[in-house]
């Protein structure tokens, strides 16, 4: 086997206030947020999307309740519901981890159609708006998952491939730096040219299907590569559950983009 990369070993715990820890992983959380925040103030000050600026602050407290509880409910249902349901209580320790990006997806979606009924919003416009903010999120959890030393990738030889603490002695793939690029970098890069083009006002819901079905291609191939749960294994043939959840994620975004391509055309 090629010598590995050293993991750069980061304390989890950015700083400690008292008998408080703050992990990098909360702050990769906060900083998604805030930032995607304020991408969604630029995308409305440039009237790149027809949501009105002053409902921003109502848009980002709803999304974040979304995030948090369907993301840790994707987690207790998708994941791991034997040792949940004989554990309920511990599914409130959310700062022990545990989070899945599909069911804070579900919990997002939620959240903009519960923030576009109240606001008179059309929830394409609102859709729109998440997805292309959405990848900043996306970006800062995966650097947390690497920093954390957790959902690496599957052994292997390339010459980047890291020894992670607790992946046992084999070289194994940075999926998790993978995934930052792929469902970080390369959306947001995505998104943000559609909303130049003006495909945020001009077509509404193209950019929520590419974000999705972005998404799902990337996350899909990634796990290719990811090591699969311990817990779980492959759940379907030689397919892990990040795989089976993607599917119908593709499947969605495509007949979103669809959709808004022939309402455009035939407006």
């Known amino acids: 086997m090629l010598a590995a990369l050293v993991f750069p070993v980061i304390d989890p715990v950015a700083f400690q206030v008292g008998p408080i820890a703050i992990r990098w992983y909360a702050l990769a959380y906060l900083a998604g947020l805030l930032l995607g925040w304020q991408y969604c103030l630029f995308l409305a000050r440039s009237r790149r999307v027809p949501v009105s600026l002053n409902r921003m ?4 407290w709803m999304v974040t309740v979304g995030v948090i509880v369907g993301g840790r409910l994707g987690y207790v249902l998708f994941y791991n519901p034997a040792y949940f349901i004989a554990n309920p209580l511990d599914i ?4 022990k981890g545990g989070m899945a990006f599909h069911g804070g997806f ?3 979606v939620v959240a903009g159609c519960l923030f576009a009924r109240r606001h008179g919003v059309p929830v394409a416009a609102v859709a729109d ?3 292309a903010a959405t990848p900043i999120g996306l970006f800062f959890g995966r650097i947390a998952n690497f920093i954390n030393g957790e959902l690496y990738g599957r052994a292997s030889d390339v010459p ?4 992670f603490p607790a992946g046992g002695p084999f070289a194994r793939h940075p999926s998790q730096l993978y995934e930052a690029g792929l469902e970080g970098l390369l959306l947001f890069i995505i998104a943000a040219a559609a909303m130049s083009r003006g495909w945020g006002t001009d077509r509404p819901g193209l950019v929520t299907g590419l974000f999705v079905t972005g998404y799902g291609v990337s996350r899909f191939l990634v796990e ?3 090591e699969p749960d311990r817990h779980l294994g ?3 043939g030689q ?4 795989q089976l959840l993607s599917v119908p994620m593709v499947v969605a975004g495509c007949l979103l983009i669809g959709w808004s391509v022939r309402r455009s055309v035939t407006r």
């Open 106 to 108: 579900l919990g997002v």
């Open 224 to 226: 290719l590569l990811r």
């Open 92 to 95: 409130l320790m959310v700062w």
């Open 57 to 60: 602050d109502d848009l980002l």
């Open 239 to 242: 397919m892990t559950m990040g």
């Open 129 to 131: 708006t998440v997805s």
């Open 160 to 163: 980047w491939a890291m020894v």
């Open 234 to 236: 492959f759940v379907l």
